[in-house]
């Protein structure tokens, strides 16, 4: 091969290498276990502990992309949701990537679409969270259905300190998780919180030691995961309405989505276990 070849492909390679996009998100199906591989749990890792896990634009696209096809795939009935290291879940969102935005490029670009289609996801999402979980890492942490908290975990939206206010939903899902007050303080101030005051005021489901955070995850998601999974799909959906909908029109919501599982060979088996007393084996439909 003569030094002009050698010099033309080492330059194919470098272009190649420019044009796939580093992956910033990693997944494992079925998540790995203490004792061994968790059947029907995903695991879900955002990759850029350099810059504390960022949301980057192209990490929350390789995110949504990865949850859908988690979503869609039958050997797979709850994830864990979780940031590489240590020190954050997700610091929130790339401040380099968004300063030099304007009005117009977030609206035509419309990347905070991807937001909503990651609250769409049916199956259970478990958040693991050691560390920071700021701004869009706090907006990302209450997409998900449950979080498992480390006793290092932090929580706030400071987006104010920057000039701006939270943009995917900090507003909205803090204030429905916490209340006003509560919501309106950290909003304005952009002051963090601890786990503990986290869970006390309801906004995650559990603490744990910080090393214990993603093996309390996993064991959370392969409890649901064990669960007959239509009716995990039709309980989920039905307490999501829950924030959504006046009482009347939820509770009309939860009995037409409790009669329809009556039409599932899980329900017969369900009932028909706990009458033999065995355990039951779901089949999922």
Request: aromatic content about 4%; some cysteine; hydrophobic content about 45%.
């Amino acid at each position: 091969m003569t030094d002009t070849t050698s010099r033309a492909r080492a330059r194919q390679r470098r272009a190649g290498d420019r044009a796939e996009p580093r992956r910033f998100v990693r997944v494992s199906l079925p998540a790995p276990g203490d004792d061994g591989p968790l059947d029907g749990v995903g695991l879900v890792v955002l990759d850029r502990p350099e810059v504390l896990n960022a949301l980057d634009f192209e990490l929350i696209a390789q995110l949504t992309d990865a949850l859908e096809a988690l979503d869609r795939d039958p050997a797979c009935r709850a994830n864990v949701l979780t940031g590489a290291g240590d020190r954050a879940f997700a610091a929130g969102a790339d401040i380099r990537e968004l300063a030099g935005q304007s009005p117009t490029s977030l609206t035509l670009d419309d990347h905070f679409h991807r937001w909503e289609r990651i609250k769409r996801i049916r199956k259970p999402i478990v958040a693991a969270v050691r560390g920071f979980a700021l701004g869009g890492g706090c907006e990302l942490a209450m997409t998900c259905d449950l979080i498992v908290a480390g006793e290092d975990a932090q929580f706030g939206q400071p987006e104010i300190k920057l000039g701006v206010m939270p943009g995917a939903g900090g507003t909205q899902r803090l204030t429905r998780a916490i209340g006003k007050a509560k919501a309106m303080e950290l909003v304005l101030t952009g002051r963090t919180m601890s786990a503990r005051e986290a869970e006390a005021h309801g906004l995650v489901t559990t603490v744990v030691p910080a090393e214990a955070t993603l093996p309390a995850a996993l064991e959370l998601a392969a409890r649901i995961a064990a669960m007959p999974p239509v009716a995990v799909l039709a309980a989920k959906a039905s307490v999501n309405r829950a924030e959504e909908l006046p009482l009347e029109a939820g509770l009309e919501f939860e009995r037409r989505t409790f009669y329809l599982l009556f039409d599932t060979d899980d329900q017969k088996e369900g009932m028909a276990a706990f009458m033999e007393k065995r355990r039951p084996t779901w089949r999922g439909r």
